[in-house]
């Protein structure tokens, strides 16, 4: 079946240090992927996306790049900021036809120390 | 332009009582998915609405049903509430009918069940 694995938090950084969040996904054919964050007590905001493989999205300095070949869609950012303090939530959206519900990764702490 | 919102914000009830949750899509939107997002986790797929009718499930009880009205707007009704229930509920609209392109997210109803 359709899954994401997104690696484990909390993470704690220094303000502009380097960011990676990690996020594999099990999927059949080629799904549309996504980066969505949620800040304390809001809803989820879409952060970027991507829709077939070697696709780059990128948004507010974070990116991510479809990798079919390794089934990944990892979060990069250069200088994180104390205001990127948030829960970041990976998901896929399946490919196949009549399937229309997002499939999300347990989210990922992230916490930045000015 | 209004985004995705939801009434109320927060709610508790208590054991076995039965509550509806309401939301107004984003304009240009006529398609509404419902999620579950219990404290630390990914938002779990409720179900999905369009043209009115339920167009998908996720793996939840027939105590969680919904509707959608002709202005697209929609409720999701829980009856016979479990303590396990107590979750962020989410709502979320596409546009034109295909649920697989990014979805936008509403800021939530909390529930809380006592």
């Known amino acids: 079946g359709n899954s994401v694995t997104q690696m484990e938090g909390p993470v704690t950084l220094s303000e502009e240090a380097f960011l990676t969040i990690n996020c594999t996904y099990t999927?059949?054919?080629?799904?549309?992927l996504f980066w969505y964050v949620q800040y304390p007590g809001e809803g989820l905001q879409l952060l970027l996306k991507?829709?077939?493989?070697?696709d780059k999205g990128s948004n507010k300095g974070f990116e991510a790049t479809y990798r079919k070949e390794t089934t990944s869609f990892h979060l990069e950012k250069g200088s994180v900021q104390v205001s990127d303090s948030a829960v970041y939530f990976c998901?896929?959206?399946?490919?196949?036809?009549?399937?229309?519900?997002?499939?999300f990764g347990t989210g990922t702490r992230l916490k930045v120390l000015a | 332009d209004a985004g995705v919102t939801q009434s109320p914000t927060h709610l508790i009830k208590t054991r076995g009582q039965q509550v509806t949750l309401r939301c107004s899509p984003k304009?240009?939107?006529?398609?509404v998915s419902w999620y579950q997002q219990a404290l630390g986790q990914g938002p779990q797929f409720i179900f999905q609405?369009?043209?009115?009718?339920?167009?998908q499930r996720g793996n939840f009880p027939d105590r969680f049903s919904g509707h959608q009205f002709p202005n697209y707007s929609s409720e999701l009704n829980v009856n016979a509430l479990l303590l396990g229930d107590s979750a962020l509920y989410l709502c979320?609209?596409?546009?034109?009918?295909?649920?697989?392109?990014?979805?936008?997210f509403g800021p939530g109803t909390r529930l809380t069940v006592t």
């Open positions: 979320a609209s596409s546009p034109g009918g295909t649920g697989s392109v990014e979805q936008y």
């Open positions: 999927a059949t054919g080629y799904p549309s």
């Open positions: 991507a829709t077939k493989a070697d």
């Open positions: 998901a896929l959206s399946p490919p196949t036809s009549g399937t229309y519900k997002y499939i």
């Open positions: 304009s240009g939107h006529d398609t």
């Open positions: 609405y369009y043209e009115e009718e339920e167009r």
